[in-house]
T-cell receptor, first 112, second 118 residues
Framework: AQKVTQAQTEISVVEKEDVTLDCVYE???????LFWYKQPPSGELVFLIR??????QNEISGRYSWNFQKSTSSFNFTITASQVVDSAVYFC?????????FGAGTILRVKS | DTEVTQTPKHLVMGMTNKKSLKCEQH?????MYWYKQKAKKPPELMFV???????INESVPSRFSPECPNSSLLNLHLHALQPEDSALYLC?????????????????FGPGTRLTVL
């Protein structure tokens, strides 16, 4: 069975603070893919990143960075110097076949 | 261009009405999905179409009827809905070329239709 756990229900930070969103996953498959999506108040799920199970390189894209650690089954997401526009719900998801399994989501509130 | 469009943005309907939600993509994707999302919850998969054929139905009640007229279009026909069906309905698409590594396919989502059933 596949499972994704986002233990942080809600995080509040002040603008310019760094924030890390945690994601822990469970799967018995050796080939799988991990995703992060952002859902702003408008409702659309915006794709941020995909990582496959064979690539443990960390990735940085502007203020966003992702840390994938297979040994701990974690795929954490860090926003550096947060901005108000980062306020959204962030979902971590796992796909080992044709289905995306989502975590419960983390609400991020960035205050000015 | 990773755009998936959905119409209408908002829909209010009575329990006896018949309405349809529409989704369109022009990325050449061959898999399309319907999700239902209740407030403060993650999206829940309803249906998957692969190459215009229904491949997954997550035991969705028959008052929801999907249709895939062609590879770019996906409809969701609604009839005799209940107030608890009020939710955000999201459409997504993906390439679905790699049948063995299907998990590789990134799903791109539309903006959703906010449905209210009175």
């Amino acid at each position: 069975a596949q499972k994704v756990t986002q233990a942080q229900t809600e995080i509040s930070v002040v603008e310019k603070e760094d924030v890390t969103l945690d994601c822990v996953y469970e799967t018995r498959d050796t080939t799988y893919y991990l995703f992060w999506y952002k859902q702003p108040p408008s409702g659309e799920l915006v794709f941020l990143i995909r990582r496959n199970s064979f690539d443990e390189q960390n990735e940085i894209s502007g203020r966003y960075s992702w840390n994938f650690q297979k040994s701990t089954s974690s795929f954490n997401f860090t926003i550096t110097a947060s901005q108000v526009v980062d306020s959204a719900v962030y979902f971590c998801a796992l796909n080992a076949g044709n289905k995306l399994v989502f975590g419960a989501g983390t609400i991020l509130r960035v205050k000015s | 261009d990773t755009e998936v469009t959905q119409t209408p943005k908002h829909l209010v309907m009575g329990m006896t009405n018949k309405k349809s939600l529409k989704c369109e993509q022009h990325m050449g994707h061959r898999a399309m999905y319907w999700y239902k999302q209740k407030a403060k919850k993650p999206p829940e998969l309803m249906f998957v179409y692969s190459y215009e054929k229904l491949s997954i139905n997550e035991s969705v009640p028959s008052r929801f009827s999907p249709e895939c007229p062609n590879s770019s279009l996906l409809n969701l026909h609604l009839h005799a809905l209940q107030p608890e069906d009020s939710a955000l309905y999201l459409c997504a698409s993906s390439q679905d070329r790699y049948t063995r590594l299907a998990g590789k396919n990134t799903q791109y989502f539309g903006p959703g239709t906010r449905l209210t059933v009175l």
